[in-house]
């Protein structure tokens, strides 16, 4: 028994360095990724569930580095948090969202809209707001052309700067959105306390509908309670025709997965056509 002890401890510890040195790794080439220009927004639809028609997209970015090749956003971006870059990677992300956005609505005449994920460290910085409303500014895009996602992390230290910061978004005519509903722990909290307009239904959910009665019966009820609050409703991760016809008959709003596209990059976005075939 003590002989696996060890044995235990040692595979711990060897996996805790190797860990570590990942982090380090990826930390120091974070840094300078933006100068190095190893940054790309990619651009996934999301369209009205009832008619297929594509009303808008998700900002989602992407790290290519040399030496460790494609990075997922879902390591690097906790990274870029604790070491405060992701003040900067987000203000790039959000100017490249809306000159695309830009150019995209004037190819189709129409107010089409984009979502961009906001991050808690973001809130931290008191010029927020005011980087938020001189970027769509400088891309002449209306405010309520631009959707803000938010996770619970945000709201979960109850400051009350993020009260003040959510008001200020929300009253410049900018949407809110909580992200991943569902899965955290007081959403419905948040919901009371904040302006939120959209309602993010997570993945998890999305992909038991067809198979779990709990998971229907859950976003069966999480669209009611949205739409008796006056919120929207995007369904996210969405994969099959059978998950689609299911959100349809459920009073979902939007969509958005892989059946109806997967991220994309600019310029494949710009070409896309807005109703489907
Ligand atoms: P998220 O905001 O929940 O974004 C949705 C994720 O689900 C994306 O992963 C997207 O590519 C993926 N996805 C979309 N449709 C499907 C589907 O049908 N099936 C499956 N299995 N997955 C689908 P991605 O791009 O790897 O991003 C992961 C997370 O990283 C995001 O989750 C978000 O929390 C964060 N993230 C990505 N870009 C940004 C950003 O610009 N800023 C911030 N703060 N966070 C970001
Ligand atoms: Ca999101
Ligand atoms: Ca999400
Ligand atoms: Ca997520």
Redesign the pocket.
């Known amino acids: 028994a003590k002989a696996l002890g060890r044995n235990t401890y040692s595979y711990f510890n060897e996996k805790m360095n190797r860990d570590v040195s990942r982090r380090l790794e990826l930390e120091q080439a974070i840094r300078g990724a933006l100068q190095r220009q190893e940054f790309e927004?990619v651009y996934?639809v999301q369209v009205k569930v009832n008619s297929g028609e594509i009303i808008g997209a998700?900002?989602?970015?992407r790290w290519y580095n040399p030496k460790l090749g494609q990075v997922?956003?879902?390591e690097f971006?906790p990274i870029a948090e604790q070491t405060g870059l992701?003040i900067d990677?987000?203000q790039f992300?959000l100017t490249q969202a809306l000159s695309v956005l830009a150019s995209w609505q004037q190819r189709h005449h129409r107010a089409l809209k984009m979502s961009?994920?906001?991050?808690p460290r973001?809130f931290r910085d008191i010029k927020l707001v005011d980087m938020i409303e001189q970027a769509l500014i400088q891309a002449g895009v209306a405010a309520n052309c631009l959707e803000l996602?938010i996770?619970e992390g945000v709201l979960m230290s109850g400051h009350s700067y993020i009260k003040k910061t959510l008001s200020a978004l929300s009253v410049l005519g900018i949407y809110l959105s909580m992200?991943?509903f569902g899965t955290g722990y007081s959403s419905l909290n948040y919901l009371r306390q904040y302006p939120f307009d959209v309602l993010k239904i997570d993945?998890s959910f999305v992909q038991g509908i067809t198979t779990e009665s709990t998971d229907r019966k859950l976003v069966n009820a999480a669209i009611a309670m949205a739409h008796g609050l006056n919120l929207t409703v995007v369904a996210?991760?969405?994969?099959t025709q059978e998950q689609l016809h299911l959100l349809k008959s459920l009073n979902c709003d939007f969509a958005?997965?892989?059946?109806l596209g997967?991220?994309c990059r600019a310029k494949q976005l710009l070409v896309l056509e807005l109703m489907p075939l």
């Open positions: 927004v996934q998700e900002a989602l970015l997922s956003p879902v971006i992701i990677i987000g992300v961009v994920n906001l991050s973001q996602e996770t992200d991943d993945r996210e991760g969405v994969e958005q997965g892989y059946l997967k991220p």
